[in-house]
Every structure is written in structure tokens, then in C-alpha cells.
């Protein structure tokens, strides 16, 4: 190799603009094939007519969506789906915050309790759905024999036979999954703060709770805004804990747009209505992300 050849290699070795593409090239590659594709395939099908036993293209333009409309089912679960995200990351930033305050005090055994509130969120989701679907069993709840036990009830709870039992317990198992990554998102926030905040709240007498919404909250805001960006994200796409817990039921109660998508486009075999479902998660995603990121850059500019 001549003395040229090696100046050049070294040269495309140290610039930005060659290294750059080849760099990202993985990560594009990896964002078409698995979401570019399927999101334009998911529109294709809900301008066409597509069912499983004729998968051929024909067009229809936006009769599909008109028709999903008209459905009550997908109405509820639209709604159903608004206040899952809302109230489940609601809790979800309360609770954070809590373990969060917990995780970063000093005290023995706090790897341990580390790994505890860690547990949840590193258990497959089926695994501990599963879990939840038999610790709310209509007749052999454990829940429902200590409540018995202790007095409280005299007969079963039917938490996921009941309309407003069956969304609270999803709307719980779904904030106790959550919970752990929001945690550490907070915690790694409140580990940011510089220590002279802290030691200057001290010396001018400021106790727990006024340090807590005077000084870490607001500064924490940008953090637990991306906790709660991530949070949405994942209540709003999530259909294992519905599927498993209440397939939707009763009566339509807990279903989500997840969930009908997937009985709307795979179960009942009508792709382009399960694609038009599942298309309308896209612009609230877009919506909700473009509001919080936005409060979140306001908030770091104040």
C-alpha cells in the first residue's frame, strides 16, 4: 500500500461526514424493516377492502375508517384508551417519584430493594400477566381468601368479571409493570441534583415537603416529563395485559385500541378495519409526544 493510500484510508478514517452514514446505516435499516414497512403496509390495507380470505388490494379509499367510526365498540375502546393512559401514568408518576425519594436514601439492604422494585419490570410481561390473571381468579383469588379472612368481604370480588373492578385491576397490574423504568428515570434525575441545592435548602431550614415541590419537583420536571412520554408510549401500544387479563371483557369494558385492532384485524379476519384501528394510535402518539417534549423544552429553557 502506498504512502497516499494510507494518508486516505486514515482520512476516511477520521471524517465525520464517511463515518456518519455507515454508522447509522444499522440503525435506518433496523427502523425500516421493522417499523417503516409495516406502517406503510398498515395504510395500504386500510384504504383497501383486504380481508384474510381476500388479501387482494382493493382500493376504497376512506369508507374503511368511516365504517370503524360508526362502530360503538371502537368508540369505547378510543375511550377506554385515554383514561388507561391517563390515569395508569398518573400513578405511575406518583409512585416513581415515592420509590424514587426511597432508592437514593442511605440505608442497609438497599441493593436489595433495589432488585424488588427492578423485579417487575424485568419479568416477561406474559409471565407475570399470567401471574395477575390467577392471583384475580374469580373463585381462587388469594386476594379475595385474605380479605375473607381479615373480615372486609364475605363473597369474591370478581375483580376481572365486574366493569369497574376489571379496568382498575388492569389499570393496577399495568402501573405496577411501569413503575420500576419510571423509578429509575427519576432517580437518576434526583442524583443529578448539585449537592449545594441541597446543602442551601438545608441552611435556610427548608424540611421534606418544601424541598420536595420548591426544589425537586421543578427540577425534575424534564425528567418525570420523559418517564411519562415513556410511560404513554407504552399504555398506549400495550396489548398483553388486556389480552391476557380480560381479552377486552366484560362486555367490551377494558378494551383498548390494541386489543380491538388485533380481535378486529386477526381474530375476525377483517385487515383493512384491524390496520384503521390501529392506525389511529399514530397521531395521538405524534400529538402527545410533540405536547410533552415541548413542556419539557420550556421547562429546561426556565
Same mark, same amino acid.
Given at each position: 500500500?502506498?504512502? @497516499?493510500?494510507?494518508?486516505?484510508?486514515?482520512?476516511?478514517?477520521?471524517?465525520? @461526514?464517511?463515518?456518519?452514514?455507515?454508522?447509522?446505516?444499522?440503525?435506518?435499516?433496523?427502523?425500516?424493516?421493522?417499523?417503516?414497512?409495516?406502517?406503510?403496509?398498515?395504510?395500504?390495507?386500510?384504504?383497501?377492502?383486504?380481508?384474510?380470505?381476500?388479501?387482494?388490494?382493493?382500493? %376504497?379509499?376512506?369508507?374503511?375508517?368511516?365504517?370503524?367510526?360508526?362502530?360503538?365498540?371502537?368508540?369505547?375502546?378510543?375511550?377506554?384508551?385515554?383514561?388507561?393512559?391517563?390515569?395508569?401514568?398518573?400513578? /405511575?408518576?406518583?409512585?416513581?417519584?415515592?420509590?424514587?425519594?426511597?432508592?437514593? #436514601?442511605?440505608?442497609?439492604?438497599?441493593?436489595?430493594?433495589?432488585?424488588?422494585?427492578?423485579?417487575?419490570?424485568?419479568?416477561?410481561?406474559?409471565?407475570?400477566?399470567?401471574?395477575?390473571?390467577?392471583?384475580?381468579?374469580?373463585?381462587?383469588?388469594?386476594?379475595?381468601?385474605?380479605?375473607?379472612?381479615?373480615?372486609?368481604?364475605?363473597?369474591?370480588?370478581?375483580?376481572?368479571?365486574?366493569?369497574?373492578?376489571?379496568?382498575?385491576?388492569?389499570?393496577?397490574?399495568?402501573?405496577?409493570?411501569?413503575?420500576?423504568?419510571?423509578?429509575?428515570?427519576?432517580?437518576?434525575?434526583?442524583?443529578?441534583?448539585?449537592?449545594?441545592?441541597?446543602?442551601?435548602?438545608?441552611?435556610?431550614?427548608?424540611?421534606?415537603?418544601?424541598?420536595?415541590?420548591?426544589?425537586?419537583?421543578?427540577?425534575?420536571?424534564?425528567?418525570?416529563? %420523559?418517564? %411519562?412520554?415513556?410511560?404513554?408510549?407504552?399504555? /398506549?401500544?400495550?396489548?398483553?395485559?388486556?389480552?391476557?387479563?380480560?381479552?377486552?371483557?366484560?362486555?367490551?369494558?377494558?378494551?383498548?385500541?390494541?386489543?380491538?385492532?388485533?380481535?378486529?384485524?386477526?381474530?375476525?379476519?377483517?385487515?383493512?378495519?384491524?390496520? #384503521?384501528?390501529?392506525?389511529?394510535?399514530?397521531?395521538?402518539?405524534?400529538?402527545?409526544?410533540?405536547?410533552?417534549?415541548?413542556?419539557? @423544552?420550556?421547562?429546561?429553557?426556565?
Amino acid at each position: 500500500m502506498t504512502a @497516499r493510500a494510507l494518508r486516505r484510508r486514515r482520512y476516511l478514517l477520521d471524517n465525520e @461526514r464517511f463515518l456518519a452514514p455507515i454508522m447509522m446505516a444499522p440503525a435506518v435499516l433496523y427502523i425500516i424493516a421493522l417499523v417503516g414497512f409495516p406502517f406503510v403496509l398498515a395504510i395500504l390495507l386500510s384504504l383497501s377492502d383486504a380481508t384474510v380470505g381476500n388479501p387482494e388490494f382493493d382500493f %376504497v379509499g376512506f369508507d374503511t375508517f368511516s365504517r370503524i367510526l360508526d362502530d360503538p365498540v371502537f368508540r369505547r375502546s378510543l375511550r377506554n384508551t385515554f383514561w388507561f393512559a391517563i390515569i395508569s401514568n398518573l400513578l /405511575v408518576v406518583i409512585f416513581a417519584t415515592i420509590l424514587a425519594k426511597i432508592l437514593v #436514601a442511605d440505608f442497609r439492604g438497599k441493593w436489595f430493594v433495589r432488585f424488588l422494585v427492578l423485579l417487575p419490570w424485568t419479568t416477561p410481561v406474559s409471565l407475570a400477566a399470567i401471574t395477575w390473571l390467577w392471583t384475580l381468579d374469580s373463585i381462587f383469588s388469594p386476594i379475595d381468601w385474605i380479605l375473607r379472612n381479615l373480615g372486609l368481604i364475605s363473597d369474591n370480588m370478581y375483580w376481572l368479571g365486574r366493569p369497574g373492578l376489571a379496568m382498575s385491576s388492569v389499570i393496577a397490574v399495568h402501573t405496577w409493570r411501569i413503575v420500576p423504568l419510571a423509578a429509575v428515570i427519576v432517580m437518576a434525575g434526583l442524583t443529578a441534583i448539585p449537592n449545594e441545592i441541597k446543602d442551601a435548602a438545608d441552611v435556610d431550614g427548608a424540611r421534606f415537603w418544601r424541598k420536595m415541590f420548591a426544589i425537586e419537583i421543578p427540577l425534575l420536571a424534564p425528567i418525570i416529563a %420523559v418517564a %411519562v412520554l415513556f410511560g404513554f408510549i407504552l399504555t /398506549v401500544t400495550d396489548i398483553s395485559v388486556v389480552f391476557v387479563l380480560t381479552r377486552g371483557g366484560p362486555t367490551h369494558a377494558t378494551q383498548v385500541l390494541a386489543t380491538w385492532a388485533f380481535f378486529k384485524g386477526i381474530e375476525g379476519g377483517a385487515l383493512s378495519q384491524g390496520a #384503521a384501528i390501529a392506525l389511529f394510535l399514530f397521531p395521538v402518539l405524534v400529538a402527545v409526544t410533540a405536547v410533552i417534549l415541548r413542556l419539557a @423544552r420550556r421547562r429546561e429553557v426556565l
